[in-house]
């Protein structure tokens, strides 16, 4: 008797059913202060607690060389947002023997080869007049890459800049920072002291902004193509305490004006990268801001009661709208002027606070009612995100004000996301407002606030990119839904302490930076896809028990081109049968952009950044009517032109 097989897979492409449109915003960045996202990260600055206000007893991350003497001094402060200056005493100076400061960096300073980079500081002298040598060295003190010269130093506070300009040198990264001086003081006291504040080293940033951003992470994302930027966060939005939330109105303008704040993941931040920074991104890579606006509710779960106490802070939201979109007649919209971006902003999106359904209180009803009133009121084109989501309880999920917008947040199992995938979003009411998908994450099998998890890599693993396609496809084909999605974290510093949460996309130290498969996955479905969502079906698809081939399908109503996205999370190849109806014609011709993995265990990494990354080759045999195979483990993008 002869032995029966299985039928293959059959996809069928529904070509001439249009179930709705792919949203123009659908693909975009989270991003907040987290992993040393920022500082130590996308932020060019390479000077680590920069500001000296780290920790209030002690210059953590500063040392002295020479013999010299260095503290935290209160008396001496730059001004009241610098509000301590770190004290050098030189008297210990002398022509063998240089006496200054190091720092280090975050784990180390990048050196590259004929590089220029730009060093400044402020300073005041008592029984000093210098000269000061700035110079980037090794760390072990053998090499200098580069030095220039502070002939002499004031008895006031003021600024001091020089350039360091590398050579022909190998790129490295045990490198530091060390100003520094033969002088132990005066020709009548040689009991000098100096005073350094916002000591900072800028190398080349992306598109030469002026405090600007990392070149390669920045390529990386821009890469990507996203549509938009959801900032500042997160729980660096909120803070662990009303002191510590993100006040946007002290992180603009001068820096030497901005007093820094404590993240909620435990390090400090300068506030170097602020308001006008964020904006300054989205600028570069061409995305739109998503603005989230501090609502009155912090990590510690204190809240703002509504009406009077919360009003100065439905006020702050109100400007800091303006300073993003308001023109130059306006009070916010001039201060953004000044601050070196003159344009106006669109601004089609805000978000009234961030996870509020952590709010046991119930209070969140009130204060998104007074912030959606008085935003609507004065923006009536402006879209209100609520933080309650539709996974929350009932009683949470409490509107007066209906949301234009809900905010849901997704950490999965990659095995969770792959059973939710194929109908996970079927069952919502069209008719009850769209959704954003603000965080969301697949793991492998240990979940991110699991203590365990911390021995695994910063980045995920081929398993976790194979659960974030197959999440992507429902994402895709629900986008009349779904109107904007964005995975988080984006961004981790490697080095040991560097990393507070995993997994993460994008992986960096000091010198090097690298997207892991999860990164790749996400820059193909960003920037391959097309306007409308095409109804599809399928036939004898694989499962046990959880579903193992995922799909979905777009088109460019432009030109006409069908773009299918298929993953494959089997460990065989799997051979798919692909009907497309409601075209005359599909192309012989066409093109295929796969990633795949040998196992899912597969990753990338600093020393092996481009282990797994996307290929691209022409695939021929097309129609209405063939066969495909799909690789082991592999995500494709099928490009197919009708005619």
């Keep these: 008797m002869a032995q029966m097989t299985n039928p293959i897979p059959q996809l069928i492409i529904k070509a001439d059913q249009v179930t709705g449109q792919v949203s123009p915003m659908l693909y975009g960045l989270m991003t ?146 060390v100003i520094a001086t033969t002088k132990p003081g ?82 400090w931040s300068t506030d170097g990268f602020g308001l006008p920074e964020f904006l300054g991104w989205c600028e570069d890579l061409h995305m739109e801001p998503v603005l989230a606006v501090f609502a009155g509710y912090t990590l510690n779960h204190n809240y703002v009661k509504p009406g009077p106490d919360l009003a100065p802070y439905v006020q702050d939201a109100l400007d800091e709208i303006e300073y993003v979109t308001g023109e130059t007649n306006t009070i916010w919209g ?58 929350q ?49 697949a793991y492998e099998d240990i979940v991110p606030w699991n203590k365990k998890s911390e021995q695994l890599a910063p980045t995920p693993s081929f398993k976790a990119a194979l659960g974030d396609a197959a999440w992507m496809t429902a994402l895709e084909r629900n986008s009349d839904l779904i109107v904007m999605q964005c995975y988080a974290p984006l961004l981790v510093n490697v080095n040991p302490r560097g990393r507070q949460w995993r997994p993460n996309l994008i992986g960096y130290d000091a010198l090097n930076s690298y997207g892991s498969p999860s990164y790749y996955a996400q820059k193909m479905f960003s920037t391959q896809h097309g306007d409308q969502i095409l109804a599809t079906d399928s036939q004898n698809m694989p499962a046990d028990p959880t579903p193992k081939l995922f799909f979905d399908a777009t088109r460019d109503s432009q030109n006409g081109k069908i773009i299918l996205k298929v993953v494959n999370s089997l460990g065989t190849t799997q051979p798919v049968k692909i009907q497309i109806n409601g075209v005359a014609q599909i192309a012989a011709t066409g093109k295929a952009v796969f990633l795949k993995a040998d196992r899912p265990e597969d990753t990338n990494s600093i020393l092996e950044p481009q282990k797994i990354v996307p290929v691209s080759e022409t695939v021929n045999g097309l129609g209405t009517d063939f066969i495909r195979d799909f690789p082991a483990y592999s995500i494709t993008v099928l490009e197919l032109e009708t005619k």
Excluded: M
């Excluded at 998104?368 to 402006?382: E, G, M, R, W």
């Design 393 to 441: 309880s009932e009683k949470k999920r409490v509107h007066s004000r209906k949301p234009d917008v809900v905010d849901e947040h997704y950490y999965r199992s990659a095995t969770d996301f792959e059973q939710e995938a194929p109908n996970r979003f079927d069952k919502y009411d069209r008719n009850d407002g769209k959704i954003f998908i603000g965080e969301w994450a």
């Design 32 to 177: 907040e202060e987290i992993n040393y996202a920022y500082e130590g990260g996308l932020y060019g600055e390479l000077i680590r607690n920069r500001t000296f206000k780290a920790n209030p007893h002690e210059a953590i991350f500063w040392s002295a060389v020479g013999g010299a003497v260095i503290s935290i001094d209160t008396n001496q402060p730059l001004n009241t947002a610098l509000n301590v200056s770190l004290k050098l005493d030189t008297s210990k100076a002398s022509k063998t023997c240089p006496a200054g400061i190091v720092n280090g960096g975050y784990w180390g300073i990048p050196v590259r080869p004929n590089t220029t980079y730009h060093a400044s500081f402020y300073a005041k002298a008592e029984d000093f007049k210098g000269p000061l040598t700035v110079s980037l060295a090794s760390t072990n003190g053998k090499t200098v890459w580069a030095a220039a010269t502070v002939p002499k130093v004031s008895g006031d506070w003021q600024k001091y800049e020089v350039t360091l300009k590398t050579g022909e040198v190998a790129p490295s990264k045990d490198n530091q920072l």
């Design 186 to 267: 005066t020709f009548f006291a040689h009991h000098g002291k100096i005073w350094f504040q916002q000591v900072s080293l800028f190398p080349p940033t992306y598109k030469n902004r002026v405090n600007g951003n990392r070149p390669d992470l920045s390529q990386l994302l821009d890469d990507a193509q996203p549509k938009f930027l959801r900032f500042p966060g997160g729980n660096y939005l909120e803070g662990d305490n009303l002191k510590e939330h993100f006040d946007w109105k002290k992180t603009i303008g001068p820096l030497e004006q901005r007093p820094g704040h404590r993240s909620p993941w435990g390090y």
């Design 334 to 391: 001039a201060r953004r002027v000044r601050d070196g971006h003159p344009a106006a902003f669109k601004l089609h999106y805000v978000e009234i606070g961030n996870e509020d359904w952590f709010d046991e209180s119930g209070s969140y009803d009130g204060r998104f009612t007074q912030f959606y009133d008085a935003i609507k009121a004065k923006y009536p084109q402006i879209q209100c995100i609520s933080t309650v989501g539709n996974e």
